[in-house]
C-alpha cells in the first residue's frame, strides 16, 4: 500500500508569489492535516479536511487556505508569500476523523518551500 | 489549552548508552493520546509510538521503552543500549479527543549518537 505522498519535494518561491502545495493521502484515507515545521516556531497544525469539509483550523493568517477534493487529496495554497513562509510542509492522513486507538495517522515526506 | 515540553533540546551520548528524552504535557480533556515520533534528517515523521489517556500501562519494544504517568502528566521515552542509527529528532505530540486529528508537537529533542 503505497504511503502518504506529497508533491512537489523541494521548492523556490520569491516574496509576493503564490505557492500551491499537494497531498495524496493513503489509498481509503479521508482524514487529512497539514502542518508547517520551522526553525523558530516548530511543528504547528494548519488544517484538517474531512470529506471535503475543514473540520480545524490552526492560528494562521488568511492566506493560508486549503482544500479537499472527493478523492481524498488535498491541497494546501500560499498567497502573498513572505520570507517566514520558508518552511517544511508536511501532511498526514488517517481512515477517520479523530485520533483514536485504531485510526491511526501516517505523515508524508514533506514539501520543503524556500521563499526568497 | 494543549501543551508539550520537551525541555531537552539537545542530548548527546555515545554508543550503547541509555538515554531518556522527556516530555511533559497539559490538557483539559479526560480523553486524549499521547505520541512519540522521530524525524531523521530526511524530515518525515516516523510514528512510534502512541498511548491512550485511559492506560496507562508501560510498554516496552526491542530497545525501545515508554513510561506513561498521568499523576505527573509525563510520557517519557527510552532508548536502551543506544546506536548511531538512534540519532534524530525525537518529538512527543497530543491530541485531545475534541480536537480531531489535530496534533501539539512539543519542540522536539535532537539526540545525536556518537560511535
Known amino acids: 500500500k503505497a504511503g502518504v505522498t506529497q508533491t512537489p519535494r523541494y521548492l523556490i518561491k520569491t516574496r509576493g508569489q503564490q505557492v500551491t502545495l499537494s497531498c495524496s493521502p493513503i489509498?481509503?484515507?479521508?482524514?487529512v492535516s497539514w502542518y508547517q515545521q520551522t526553525p523558530g516556531q516548530g511543528l504547528q497544525f494548519l488544517f484538517e479536511?474531512?470529506?471535503?469539509?475543514?473540520?480545524n483550523k490552526g492560528n494562521f493568517p488568511g492566506r493560508f487556505s486549503g482544500r479537499q477534493f472527493s478523492n481524498s487529496r488535498s491541497e494546501m495554497n500560499v498567497s502573498t508569500l513572505e520570507l517566514g513562509d520558508s518552511a517544511l510542509y508536511l501532511c498526514a492522513s488517517s481512515a477517520a476523523k479523530g485520533l483514536a486507538t485504531g485510526n491511526e495517522q501516517f505523515f508524508g515526506p514533506g514539501t520543503r518551500l524556500t521563499v526568497l | 489549552a494543549q501543551k508539550v515540553t520537551q525541555a531537552q533540546t539537545e542530548i548527546s551520548v555515545v554508543e550503547k548508552e541509555d538515554v531518556t528524552l522527556d516530555c511533559v504535557y497539559e490538557?483539559?480533556?479526560?480523553?486524549?493520546?499521547l505520541f512519540w515520533y522521530k524525524q531523521p534528517p530526511s524530515g518525515e515523521l516516523v510514528f512510534l509510538i502512541r498511548r491512550n489517556s485511559f492506560d496507562e500501562q508501560n510498554e516496552i519494544s526491542g530497545r525501545y521503552s515508554w513510561n506513561f504517568q498521568k499523576s505527573t502528566s509525563s510520557f517519557n521515552f527510552t532508548i536502551t543500549a543506544s546506536q548511531v542509527v538512534d540519532s534524530a529528532v525525537y518529538f512527543c505530540a497530543l491530541s485531545e479527543e475534541t480536537s480531531g486529528s489535530r496534533l501539539t508537537f512539543g519542540e522536539g529533542t535532537q539526540l545525536t549518537v556518537n560511535p
Open positions: 490538557t483539559r480533556d479526560t480523553t486524549y493520546y
Open positions: 479536511y474531512f470529506s471535503e469539509t475543514q473540520r
Open positions: 489509498s481509503g484515507h479521508r482524514s
